[in-house]
T-cell receptor, first 116, second 113 residues
């Protein structure tokens, strides 16, 4: 079974530009969560999508947005890029199982975004 | 507000010895706690989890202990192997919010041959 894939793996942008990152979950998984990893802040939750609806949102400005398609693939968009947006962006997918207390999240390799 | 904290940025142990990684949390509403392992240029990989109703969970060389009264958990790796060298993240989640993991800052473990 293929794992979570993210494209592109590396990206360089300049301040003020916008960027779109893509995530393809494991086949059959319906939930996709996005995280930002930076040296100073660690791994921080951005948002979660389930059945094309945003189910959870972290404490990030409105410049960060996302969406999920009917095939569960997800994209996140960052507009008006700032230097501080340089980070590793990770997505994770899970089933989830109805009634389960916890559904394991499987992570992709991430997209390394550098803002110059 | 850092709800999950890993106060040791790094840990170095000798091969064959025990590695103990620690994690503290502040939110008593968390239902599950997890440990992830991360190598450079890869996404985190799930290692082991524990429900808040248990105080210990074991899987091979990995054991997680939970002390709810102290809001503290730890990961024990016995025996440690050089391949265990990686960054270890502690994470917590509420069952009402299973898609939202709250991570600690990570601890870099180095196992010396």
């Amino acid at each position: 079974k293929a794992g979570v894939t993210q494209t592109p793996r590396y990206l360089i942008k300049t301040r003020g530009q916008q960027v779109t990152l893509s995530c393809s979950p494991i086949s059959g998984h319906r939930s996709v969560s996005w995280y930002q990893q930076t040296p100073g802040q660690g791994l921080q939750f951005l948002f979660e999508y389930f059945s094309e609806t945003q189910r959870n949102k972290g404490n990030f400005p409105g410049r960060f947005s996302g969406r999920q398609f009917s095939n569960s693939r997800s994209e996140m968009n960052v507009s008006t890029l700032e230097l501080g947006d340089s980070a590793l962006y990770l997505c994770a997918s899970s089933l989830p199982l109805a009634g389960a207390s916890y559904n394991e999240q499987f992570f992709g390799p991430g997209t390394r975004l550098t803002v110059l | 507000d850092q709800q999950v904290k890993q106060n040791s940025p790094s840990l170095s142990v000798q091969e064959g010895r025990i590695s103990i990684l620690n994690c503290d949390y502040t939110n008593s509403m968390f239902d599950y706690f997890l440990w992830y392992k991360k190598y450079p240029a890869e996404g985190p990989t799930f290692l082991i989890s524990i429900s808040s109703i248990k105080d210990k969970n074991e899987d091979g060389r990995f054991t997680v202990f939970l002390n709810k009264s102290a809001k503290h958990l730890s990961l024990h790796i016995v025996p440690s192997q050089p391949g265990d060298s990686a960054v270890y993240f502690c994470a917590a989640v509420r069952s009402s919010n299973t898609g939202k993991l709250i991570f600690g800052q990570g601890t870099t473990l180095q196992v010396k041959p």
